[in-house]
């Protein structure tokens, strides 16, 4: 016994003084990687569920477009009609093709034909502002669209 | 030079602690966005020439302004419509007619659905008054009836799913020999059933 104890005192402390430079470095790590979008979402942005869906690949190849009512703080203005939020702006659907063009015009040559836009539609939004986008997309021969939704089983929303 | 002795080591104990409630922070608060959905290609602006397709090809479905659905004149629920989608696309009515038969359809035949795949088309007029879920909905049943009826050959001819092998095709860390395969055996399962989704512009329906 007094052996063991006094081997013990022998052992010096494990320094824990590194611990903190690693955990910094993982999370400067996080930091630089997760993108936070600093657009701010000024519309309810509700996606519906589905399960037969695919993952949008390479983002540089996406362009957003978000609908749905104005948030609470901005409904009081704009009132709880449906909005498009181009950008960090809310717009009028006669913008959507310029601004989809200008998004076009910012990429490299060789993706431009690959572009896909991505609907961020609320489930609550009615089709008519949903197929007014679609129409304008379609005059600017932007054709592939995706339905951006959460993942889920959707009969299950029917309640 | 004695007081100095006297002060304390600063402990960096606690350093570790408050580094992992600010990584745990950032880990939670950074959502990763969705960017998962349902593909689709919309129709071009050119003017094509009408196509005469006979009415038993044409799977017509409505959705009215109170989200209600009605297929080929009949109200129907949600939960009906991919298992209607699948028995019209995978009718292979032509085998009565001894006209381009579908050798791989495992339908009825019923004379009065559609031919044959290649043929049959499914029409989605929405009013302009339906929400938004209910559509995406209804665009996700039809997805999942041709990915069934496209899992089921891609199994019978190539052992695999074809959700599964289109994965596969966009999965980055496929190599590119790979890829040329998939593509080639995707291509050959959308030929057997080419996915044929007309949608009217949605109109105010009385």
Do not use: W
């Not at chain 1, 996606?47 to 009081?76: F, W």
């Not at chain 1, 939020?85 to 200008?102: C, G, K, T």
């Not at chain 2, 009565?96 to 495992?106: D, F, G, H, V």
């Not at chain 2, 790979?178 to 949608?199: C, D, G, H, T, Y």
């Amino acid at each position: 016994m007094g052996n063991f104890r006094r081997n013990k005192k022998k052992l010096p402390a494990i320094s824990t003084a590194s611990l903190p430079d690693i955990v910094f470095m993982l999370l400067f790590f996080f930091m630089t990687v997760t993108t936070i979008k600093n657009t701010p979402i000024l519309v309810d942005n509700n996606l519906p569920k589905a399960d037969q869906i695919k993952k949008l690949e390479m983002k540089e190849r996406v362009i957003e477009i978000y609908v749905g009512k104005p948030t609470e703080e901005l409904s009081k203005v704009l009132g709880s009609e449906p909005k498009i939020q181009l950008d960090d702006r809310l717009a009028h659907v006669n913008e959507v093709a310029p601004y989809v063009l200008s998004e076009i015009a910012k990429r490299p040559d060789a993706i431009r034909n690959t572009m896909t836009v991505s609907l961020k539609v609320d489930k609550k939004v009615k089709m008519g502002i949903v197929s007014d986008i679609k129409e304008e997309l379609r005059k600017v021969n932007l054709l592939k669209v995706n339905y951006t939704t959460f993942e889920g089983n959707q009969l299950s929303q029917l309640q | 030079m004695a007081r100095n002795n006297e002060i304390p080591e600063v402990n960096a104990g606690s350093m570790a602690d408050i580094a992992f409630l600010l990584l745990i922070f950032f880990l939670v608060t950074a959502t990763i966005q969705t960017d998962m959905g349902l593909n689709r290609k919309l129709p071009s602006k050119e003017p094509t020439p009408p196509i005469l397709v006979n009415e038993r090809n044409i799977l017509r479905i409505v959705l009215n302004k109170n989200d209600q659905l009605m297929v080929e004149s009949e109200i129907m629920g949600i939960d009906e419509l991919r298992a209607t989608a699948i028995s019209f696309l995978d009718n292979g009515g032509a085998a009565q007619r001894a006209q381009e038969p579908c050798n791989y359809c495992k339908g009825t035949n019923d004379p009065a659905s559609s031919d044959n795949p290649s043929r049959a088309i499914i029409s989605l007029s929405s009013d302009r008054e339906a929400t938004y879920g209910t559509y995406v909905m209804v665009q996700n049943e039809l997805t999942a009836a041709y990915n069934t009826l496209r899992n089921r050959e891609a199994q019978r001819l190539f052992h695999q799913d074809f959700v599964e092998m289109e994965r596969q095709y966009f999965d980055p860390q496929t190599d590119k020999a790979a890829k040329k395969k998939l593509m080639e055996n995707i291509l050959a399962i959308r030929e057997l059933f080419p996915m044929q989704l007309s949608e009217a512009e949605t109109k105010q329906i009385q």
